[in-house]
Nanobody
Framework: QVHLVESGGGLVQPGGSLRLSCAAS????????VAWFRQTPGKEREFVAA????????YYADSVKGRFTISRANNENTVYLQMNSLKPDDTAIYYC???????????????????WGQGTQVTVST
C-alpha cells in the first residue's frame, strides 16, 4: 500500500515562491505518473502538473505554465512542485497523486489517480 505525504505549504506574499514535496512510502515512483492537483472551497479539484517518472515528460495547466515546475528527486520516492511568481489565485490545498497506466489523454483528470496524499495548504496573501 503506497502512502503519499505532501509538505512545504505555507503563507507567502504575492510574487513569492514555495517548493512543495511529495514523498512516497511503500514503493518507488519508477513505474508511475505523479501529479499535483489543487482545490479551493466550493470548487472541484483541478489539475496543476504531472510527471511521467520514467520518461521525465511533464505537463502543466495553462494557469501555471511558466511559473510552476514539477520535477523528480534523484531518489525514486520524491517529486517536487516549484512554484514561482505566486498569485492570490494560487491559494488552495495542494494534493499529490499517483498511479500506473495513466494514459496521456487522461493525465489531467483526478479520476485517473488511485493514490492521494492528505494535502498541504498554500496561501498567497499580503
Amino acid at each position: 500500500q503506497v502512502h503519499l505525504v505532501e509538505s512545504g505549504g505555507g503563507l507567502v506574499q504575492p510574487g513569492g515562491s514555495l517548493r512543495l514535496s511529495c514523498a512516497a512510502s511503500g514503493r518507488a515512483f519508477v513505474q508511475y505518473t505523479v501529479a499535483w492537483f489543487r482545490q479551493t472551497p466550493g470548487k472541484e479539484r483541478e489539475f496543476v502538473a504531472a510527471l511521467r517518472w520514467r520518461a521525465r515528460n511533464t505537463y502543466y495547466a495553462d494557469s501555471v505554465k511558466g511559473r510552476f515546475t514539477i520535477s523528480r528527486a534523484n531518489n525514486e520516492n520524491t517529486v517536487y512542485l516549484q512554484m514561482n511568481s505566486l498569485k492570490p489565485d494560487d491559494t488552495a490545498i495542494y494534493y499529490c497523486a499517483e498511479d500506473t497506466g495513466v494514459i496521456l489523454s487522461s493525465i489531467r483528470y483526478q479520476a485517473s489517480y488511485h493514490y492521494w496524499g492528505q494535502g498541504t495548504q498554500v496561501t498567497v496573501s499580503t
